[in-house]
């Protein structure tokens, strides 16, 4: 399964609401998608699993949703801290792939 | 607290071989699915290899089957993935993951740097 994230790159400001898409080549079960961030230099850390839930500690500024091909990862108010990329996943079939990730930065 | 410490990442030669470690502590290992994940310098991630919690299913990205073996030793609490006819494209920070009970990656360590070449 290809999964095709869009835009590569998101410009944005302090304030305003993202809008992250991942678009899957065949259908996903919505139990097995998940959302990653991932800034400069550290580890991925897991966001959102199965489409729509927020992982721990997570803020309910993030939220998910989606089935079937299509799915989305919202930044309802950006704060500084969620400038990074990210990355959404499927774990319905292996392999386990990987889309190709957005970059959200400061405009 | 869940740890997970990845070793083993060397530069070695084109053809070469080489077995990453990952030592994890902080969660009973023996019941959860295991992966690995790589990263190249620069570009996205990608899927690797999964364990299951036994050891008994394994699975690989096609770019790496038939070069790479994963493996796990639940009394050590530590997974292995070794690593042999190395390529160039191989070269990226290697991650060890653990699979929540849905599959998802819920903790990963901070990777080990692998770099083939000449």
């Known amino acids: 399964i290809v999964l095709t994230q869009s835009p590569g790159i998101l410009s944005l400001s302090p304030g305003e609401r993202a809008t992250l898409s991942c678009r899957a080549s065949?259908?996903?079960?919505?139990?097995?998608l998940a959302w990653y961030q991932q800034k400069p230099g550290q580890a991925p850390r897991l966001l959102i699993y199965?489409?729509?839930n927020r992982a721990t500690g997570i803020p309910d500024r993030f939220s998910a949703s989606g089935s079937g091909t299509d799915f989305t990862l919202t930044v309802s108010r950006l704060e500084p801290e969620d400038f990074a990329v990210y990355y959404c996943?499927?774990?319905?079939?292996?392999?386990?792939?990987f889309g190709q990730g957005t970059k959200l930065e400061i405009k | 607290e869940v740890q997970l410490v990845e070793s083993g990442g060397v530069v070695v030669q084109p053809g070469g071989s080489l077995t990453l470690s990952c030592a994890a502590s902080?969660?009973?290992?023996?019941?959860?699915?295991m992966h690995w994940v790589r990263q190249a310098p620069g570009k996205g991630l990608e899927w690797v290899s999964h364990?299951?919690?036994?050891?008994?299913?394994?699975d690989y990205a096609d770019s790496v089957k038939g070069r790479f073996t994963i493996s796990r030793d639940n009394r050590e609490n530590s997974l292995y993935l070794q690593m042999s006819s190395l390529r160039r494209e191989d070269s990226a920070l290697y991650y060890c993951?653990?699979?929540?009970?849905?599959?998802?990656?819920?903790?990963w360590g901070q990777g080990t740097l692998v770099t083939v070449s000449s």
């Open positions: 993951a653990k699979a929540a009970w849905g599959g998802d990656l819920d903790h």
């Open positions: 902080g969660f009973n290992f023996d019941v959860y699915n």
């Open positions: 364990i299951r919690w036994d050891g008994g299913s394994t």
């Open positions: 065949q259908s996903v079960s919505s139990r097995y």
């Open positions: 199965g489409a729509s």
């Open positions: 996943q499927q774990y319905d079939s292996s392999p386990y792939s």
